[in-house]
Every structure is written in C-alpha cells, then in structure tokens.
C-alpha cells in the first residue's frame, strides 16, 4: 500500500475493507468500503482522520506512510473531524506510539474522545473558523458541521490547494483497490460509486438531510477544487459532480424524488404475490419505472436506497398473526427512524381470517405524512374482479409520478 500524492504537500492514504462485517453492524459492504486518512505536511505534519483496527486497516496506512517516508510517530497534529470508531478505533494505539502528537477536535468531539477512549491529555477543542499553521505556507481551517451525522462533526479545509477533508460527507461504500481519484475510474466504475454512495446516503446519512443541507450552503463560497472524504473516491477531476449529488439526494427528504416506484414486497404462499403481479400490470402500462425487492430475501439496505430515491411506493405484503407481515414490519421502522417523508404509497395484501395488517400499518406509518392511496385487502387468492381493481391501483399509483 502506498500514499497517493494530491499535491506536494497533502497525500491521501487509504484502507481497503474487504470483510463479511456488517458496516455499523447493520448494513452489509460486499464490494467492501475504503478507511481515507490525509496527511498534510507543512513544517509540522497533520494526519486527518485515523482508522479502526480492521482488516489491518492500521498496517495498510503504515505502509502508506513509510512510502512517503514518515511514520506514525512523525505526526505532529491528529485531526478528527468525526469520532465514530471506523475513524477513531485505534486511537489508543495510536497514542501509545506518539504521545505527543496534539489531537484536534470539536468540543463535543473532545468530550467523545474522553468517553469512548480516556484521552484527555493532549486533545484540543477547535471551533469554526479556527486554524492550525503547519508552517512553510500550510494553514488549515475548521468549520462545524453538525450531525452529519454525528453532532461533533467539523471538515477541515485547506484553502491552498483547495482541498476539503469532509470525513463521513460526500462518502460512498465500495474498496477502491489501487486507485483513489474520481479521474482514474471508467465511466461505468464512477456509475458503480454512485450507486453505492446513494445505498450509503440512504443507509447512513438520509436522517440528517436537513444538516446535510446547511454544511454544504457554509461551504458555498469557498474554492473546493478536491472533495477528499473518508469512505471512497477522491474527487479531483469534478469535486462538484459528489457534491450535486449530495444535494439531490438531500432533497428528496422533502420531496420531490425521483418520477420512480419502489416496490417492496414479501408473500407467504403466493396470495400476495399474485396481487402483486397485477399491479405491476397497471404500473407497466403506464410506462413508470420502477425497483422492485422482496423481503426478507434482500437486504434492507437496497431496500432504503430505491425507496429513497423514489416519488412512490408499492407496499405488499399479508396479514401475519391478525398485523404486519414481520419483515415488513421491519422495513416499516427503517423508513420511519431514516425519515422517508412524503412519499405516495399504495399498499396491498391478502389474509387469511381478518385484515389486520392495515390497522398496524395505517398506525406505523402515521407519522411520515405519506399520500396513500386506498389500501386494498383480499381474503385469499384474488379474484378476477381483484386483478382487475388491483391493476387500475397500478395505474393510479404509475399516474401520479409522472
């Protein structure tokens, strides 16, 4: 593993994670994820943002350092922008081999590093506007940047060679191999990216849309001609392609998204499904685009990302034990604590005895303010007369998004 150089100055240094963990233990990272780390150098040497010990993440940024010709005892200043422990977990570590090396963070920052690591000696709280002099012409500044998504959040900027250090913002899941830089990618690959960096942004980030919003507006006059965050690509060649996509997806928090459906569905013995068919019918005649996931077979994880991402949804799914089918239950909750607000949502089930689905679902979903159509309920398989009423909800649903 070696640094890449972004100028003469500053380097990226990257991990590649490559593992069957689930990222925050939740969501999973099959083409994995990359661990950023910059070192700025100046008379006196920064490190911007550490790593946790996984997948030799540690022994990957060692290595980057010694082909720069430094180590981890030549740090000087230890920037944090973010304390979540995939960026701060060898933090112990890293103090044991340099004790002297200042830690810089935000105040709520310093209070984490206190609580998640007993470090107190030698951590300092910087606020907005604050800045670091390296020496020989390297100056950064610091800018709050609450939840996002954490509350002691801050970028780092370093307005010489435009670069901002943005941590968990503008970030994406997927390794990046040998190469870190958005230029060093084929069109198709850059495709890939901003697939996984809206699964991330749905997964990770879609909470705090609102504060997304308010740190790039803060950001607006300054000069950014490199986007450098801590999970994925480096964006050198158009920093202002991640940062547009950003925006957009901040936006679809208050709607409107995208003219497209997400179909999210789970059947115990075929009764659901069969509605399903038939909606899907209607939607199709209509010409609408639409994602479809069937649950629990896939991850919710995609599920989030085209949910998000979409102006309506379809959800189908049976009465299960007189309430929700239990995984779709699940995905219910997921939507409410990511908050996908004002979607237009058709929701459609079979059951057995009685259609208790709808009195949970109709109380779970309360307080997303979705338009919903007129839920429709079957006993059984769905008769001719459903199929036909089932594909006029297709229709309906595929009208409204255009």
Same mark, same amino acid.
């Given at each position: 593993?070696?640094?890449?150089?972004?100028?003469?100055?500053?380097?990226?240094?990257?991990?590649?994670?490559?593992?069957?963990?689930?990222?925050?233990?939740?969501?999973?990272?099959?083409?994995?994820?990359? =661990?950023? +780390?910059?070192?700025?150098? /100046?008379?006196?040497? &920064? #490190?911007?943002?550490? *790593?946790? @010990?996984?997948?030799? !993440?540690?022994?990957?940024?060692?290595?980057?350092?010694?082909?720069?010709?430094?180590?981890?005892?030549?740090?000087?200043?230890?920037?944090?922008?973010?304390?979540?422990?995939?960026?701060?977990?060898?933090?112990?570590?890293?103090?044991?081999?340099?004790?002297?090396?200042?830690?810089?963070?935000?105040?709520?920052?310093?209070?984490?590093?206190?609580?998640?690591?007993?470090?107190?000696?030698?951590?300092?709280?910087?606020?907005?506007?604050?800045?670091?002099?390296?020496?020989?012409?390297?100056?950064?500044?610091?800018?709050?940047?609450?939840?996002?998504?954490?509350?002691?959040?801050?970028?780092?900027?370093?307005?010489?060679?435009?670069? =901002?250090? +943005?941590?968990?913002?503008? /970030?994406?899941?997927? &390794? #990046?191999?040998?190469? *870190?830089? @958005?230029?060093?990618? !084929?069109?198709?690959?850059?495709?890939?990216?901003?697939?996984?960096?809206?699964?991330?942004?749905?997964?990770?980030?879609?909470?705090?849309?609102?504060?997304?919003?308010?740190?790039?507006?803060?950001?607006?006059?300054?000069?950014?001609?490199?986007?450098?965050?801590?999970?994925?690509?480096?964006?050198?060649?158009?920093?202002?392609?991640?940062?547009?996509?950003?925006?957009?997806?901040?936006?679809?928090?208050?709607?409107?998204?995208?003219?497209?459906?997400?179909?999210?569905?789970?059947?115990?013995?075929?009764?659901?499904?069969?509605?399903?068919?038939?909606?899907?019918?209607?939607?199709?005649?209509?010409?609408?685009?639409?994602?479809?996931?069937?649950?629990?077979?896939?991850?919710?994880?995609?599920?989030?990302?085209?949910?998000?991402?979409?102006?309506?949804?379809?959800?189908?799914?049976?009465?299960?034990?007189?309430?929700?089918?239990?995984?779709?239950?699940?995905?219910?909750?997921?939507?409410?604590?990511?908050?996908?607000?004002?979607?237009?949502?058709?929701?459609?089930?079979?059951?057995?005895?009685?259609?208790?689905?709808?009195?949970?679902?109709?109380?779970?979903?309360?307080?997303?303010?979705?338009?919903?159509?007129?839920?429709?309920?079957?006993?059984?398989?769905?008769?001719?007369?459903?199929?036909?009423?089932?594909?006029?909800?297709?229709?309906?649903?595929?009208?409204?998004?255009?």
């Amino acid at each position: 593993m070696y640094a890449f150089a972004i100028s003469d100055v500053i380097y990226c240094l990257h991990a590649d994670i490559q593992t069957t963990d689930l990222f925050e233990g939740i969501w999973p990272i099959k083409d994995g994820v990359s =661990l950023n +780390s910059y070192v700025v150098k /100046g008379d006196k040497i &920064a #490190l911007v943002d550490l *790593v946790k @010990d996984w997948s030799q !993440a540690p022994k990957q940024i060692a290595e980057a350092l010694t082909s720069i010709g430094i180590d981890f005892t030549s740090i000087d200043y230890l920037i944090l922008n973010h304390i979540e422990p995939d960026h701060t977990g060898w933090l112990r570590e890293f103090r044991a081999l340099n004790p002297h090396c200042e830690i810089l963070s935000t105040d709520k920052g310093c209070k984490l590093i206190k609580s998640f690591y007993k470090i107190e000696a030698g951590v300092r709280a910087v606020k907005d506007g604050d800045t670091l002099d390296l020496g020989n012409g390297q100056t950064l500044a610091f800018i709050e940047t609450p939840n996002v998504h954490w509350p002691e959040t801050m970028f780092t900027w370093h307005e010489a060679s435009g670069a =901002l250090f +943005s941590c968990d913002a503008f /970030g994406s899941f997927g &390794a #990046l191999g040998e190469r *870190v830089f @958005d230029d060093a990618f !084929a069109d198709e690959e850059i495709a890939f990216f901003e697939k996984e960096t809206l699964r991330y942004y749905a997964n990770i980030v879609s909470s705090f849309s609102l504060f997304v919003e308010k740190a790039i507006q803060k950001t607006r006059h300054l000069a950014v001609k490199l986007i450098a965050p801590s999970h994925g690509v480096v964006w050198r060649k158009n920093p202002q392609k991640i940062i547009d996509l950003y925006v957009k997806y901040a936006s679809y928090a208050k709607g409107p998204a995208e003219k497209e459906i997400a179909i999210v569905w789970g059947s115990m013995y075929g009764n659901t499904k069969a509605g399903l068919d038939a909606v899907i019918r209607g939607i199709e005649a209509e010409g609408a685009p639409y994602a479809i996931h069937r649950v629990p077979d896939e991850d919710p994880s995609y599920v989030l990302a085209d949910a998000w991402k979409s102006s309506a949804l379809v959800i189908a799914m049976p009465t299960y034990e007189y309430a929700m089918f239990p995984p779709m239950a699940y995905i219910i909750d997921l939507f409410k604590r990511k908050r996908l607000f004002g979607k237009t949502v058709l929701r459609i089930g079979s059951f057995g005895w009685i259609g208790g689905a709808k009195k949970e679902y109709e109380a779970a979903i309360e307080p997303l303010k979705w338009n919903n159509l007129k839920s429709y309920e079957w006993a059984g398989f769905p008769s001719e007369e459903d199929l036909v009423a089932l594909e006029a909800c297709g229709r309906e649903l595929a009208q409204s998004v255009r």
